[in-house]
């Protein structure tokens, strides 16, 4: 049982899937050999002689990494012909266990998306952030190990772009008031952007759709903002996800936050809706009440933004003064930490379906964690939300 850890070759991505610590858990667990491609871990400061040193073998590239490889570790979905650089989908051996955050939903030029490509490779492809939201699955869960440290970072970022301190700071020369600092969304980016927040000092509140969310904001010492009524109620997927919400309760929830943008010294942008555009929040008129000088974080850049005024992968500041950080992946934006937890997270998943007598991962799909990654199996679609797509296309 061999096992390649690919170097990320999508634009601004710095994280990389497997560390040291997770070779050598994934060698005590039967893999014969971990091929890591050489300078997969620089940008996360992990060099090649760590892996080395855990009992990786170092493959001078990504062919030799996928020589004979039977599971594949990635950050993103490989690139594929017309990509990029490299055509990586083509060296995964046909038969292969693929696992990583694949974005089977992104655009895709390939008939029927990303995960009908892999199908036609032959390849079986698991993506880590379609995971259900269950209990039993917390510790393999990428989405929340990636947006925690997403919501540390955007923050961090935040009080360093405005240009007045977070905390109140009281000196013989007079005071300088605690920054105004409002969250929207309060799944684990959010909660973490809030802590982060008050642990810098700020005078924080934040909104979320969700009921459940209230109590979790007043609970970090933050004020709610919000409308309160029926439909915020059943704002929740059986899955744990935030839903979209109607036309008129987000007119409504827009007239009650207006208030409260106007008032920031920072907004940090947290909603995410999976596999679709995210939600906007923010739009021009809102971004035109806010003072000069005060910030707006968009988190949700990746998915177009929650803020009119984002441009994705960029820091713009508005006409009216207000910088717009749009930046995109933040997670890669603190790229050791992200690494060790991602890559915990797929241990995690392998450890919980490996069978320890034949030394490989058995995946049943019968399984509710198992039947909401899996993409493909045996060169064909299989996930519900995919499989009516590729059997059109």
């Known amino acids: 049982m061999r096992l390649a850890v690919l170097k990320e070759r999508r634009a601004g991505e710095t994280r990389v899937a497997a560390t040291p610590e997770t070779v050598k858990k994934f060698l005590a667990l039967g893999v014969t050999a971990v091929a890591v491609e050489t ?27 996928l020589a004979g490889a039977n599971i594949v570790l990635k950050v993103r979905a490989p690139l594929a012909a017309g990509e990029g650089e490299l055509d990586e989908l083509s060296l995964i051996p046909k038969g292969a266990l693929l696992i990583g955050t694949l974005e089977p939903f992104a655009a895709s030029d390939a008939p029927g998306g990303r995960a009908a490509a892999y199908a036609a490779a032959g390849i079986d492809a698991a993506s880590m952030e379609l995971l259900p939201r269950i209990t039993r699955a917390q510790s393999m869960d990428v989405l929340s190990s990636q947006a925690n440290l997403a919501g540390y970072r955007a923050v961090l970022e935040g009080a360093t772009a405005y240009d007045k301190g977070f905390p109140m700071l009281m000196t013989a020369a007079g005071t300088i008031p605690a920054a105004n600092v409002f969250v929207m969304g309060a799944g684990v980016a959010g909660l973490q952007a809030i802590a982060t927040a ?196």
């Open 198 to 393: 008050r642990r810098l000092g700020g005078r924080v509140s934040a909104t979320d759709v969700r009921a459940a969310a209230k109590e979790e904001i007043r609970s970090l010492g933050a004020s709610f903002v919000g409308v309160d009524d029926a439909e915020m109620a059943s704002a929740q997927t059986a899955g744990g996800y935030a839903k979209e919400m109607s036309e008129d309760y987000k007119r409504r929830q827009a007239e009650v936050i207006a208030a409260a943008i106007a008032k920031a010294d920072v907004v940090v942008c947290t909603a995410l809706v999976q596999g679709r555009k995210a939600p906007t929040l923010v739009n021009d008129a809102m971004v035109a009440s806010m003072k000069p000088g005060s910030v707006i974080v968009d988190i949700a850049a990746d998915a177009g933004g929650n803020c009119t005024a984002t441009v994705p992968g960029e820091a713009i500041t508005t006409a009216n003064g207000v910088k717009v950080l749009g930046w995109r992946n933040w997670p890669g934006r603190i790229p050791a930490a992200a690494s060790s937890l991602y890559a915990r997270n797929l241990l995690t998943f392998l450890t919980t379906f490996w069978d320890k007598e034949a030394r490989a991962p058995k995946l049943p799909p019968e399984d509710e964690i198992v039947r909401g990654v899996t993409l493909t199996r045996g060169g064909a679609v299989v996930h519900p939300q995919l499989a009516p797509a590729a059997a059109a296309a």
């Open 39 to 65: 300078g997969a871990g620089m940008a996360s400061g992990i060099p090649d002689a760590a892996y080395r040193e855990a009992g990786a073998e170092i493959a001078p590239d990504a062919a030799a990494a």
